[in-house]
C-alpha cells in the first residue's frame, strides 16, 4: 500500500478514535450534570431517609461519570501525543498502522473494530496483549496470540 493512502487511512482511524472520546466525555459530562441536577432536586422536594438513600445514590452516580471522564481524559491524552509524534516506519510503535497476515492494527487507544474504506481495523493500546506482543517488531516479524500468527505486513 502507498503511504499517502496509508496516512489518508491512519487520519481517518484517528479522527474515529478521537470521535469515540469526545462521546465518551461528552456522555460522562452530561451524566455528572443529571446527576447533580438530581441532587438539588432531592434537596428542595424529600425530607427523611428517602432523602439521604437518594442523595447517597446520586453521589455515587456523580462519582461513577466522574471515573468515565477521567478515563476519557486519558484517553484523549493518548490521542494527543499521537499528534505530536512522528512515527517510525521501522518498528511498531504508538501512531502506527500495523498490516498483518491476520488482520489490521492502528496502534493507538483501544476502540476495537473501525472500518474505513471498506477494511477493518483494530485500534488498540500498547497496553493490549496484542499490543504489548506487536511493539517493538518490524516488517517481515511474528508473533502468535491466541493459537494465530501474525506476521507483519507492513508498519507505516
Do not use: W
Not at 16 to 26: A, G, H, M, S, T
Not at 75 to 103: A, P, S, Y
Not at 109 to 125: H, M, P, R, W
Request: charged residues 25%; hydrophobic residues 40%; glycine residues 6%.
Amino acid at each position: 500500500m502507498n503511504d499517502m493512502k496509508q496516512d489518508t487511512i491512519k487520519n481517518k482511524l484517528f479522527k474515529l478514535c478521537k470521535d469515540y472520546v469526545e462521546l465518551r466525555i461528552f456522555t460522562a459530562k452530561n451524566a455528572m450534570d443529571v446527576a447533580q441536577s438530581g441532587a438539588s432536586e432531592e434537596s428542595k422536594t424529600s425530607m427523611g431517609d428517602k432523602y439521604e438513600t437518594s442523595k447517597a445514590l446520586l453521589h455515587i452516580e456523580k462519582d461513577k461519570a466522574a471515573g468515565q471522564l477521567s478515563e476519557a481524559i486519558k484517553l484523549d491524552r493518548v490521542l494527543n501525543e499521537i499528534q505530536t509524534i512522528t512515527t517510525d516506519n521501522q518498528k511498531v510503535d504508538l501512531g502506527n498502522l500495523v498490516l498483518t497476515t491476520n488482520g489490521n492494527f492502528y496502534i493507538s487507544i483501544s476502540v476495537g473494530k473501525l472500518t474505513v474504506a471498506n477494511n477493518d481495523y483494530f485500534a488498540i493500546s500498547l497496553a493490549s496483549p496484542v499490543g504489548q506482543l506487536l511493539y517493538g517488531l518490524k516488517v517481515g516479524e511474528e508473533m502468535s496470540f491466541n493459537k494465530r500468527t501474525f506476521k507483519i505486513l507492513e508498519v507505516s
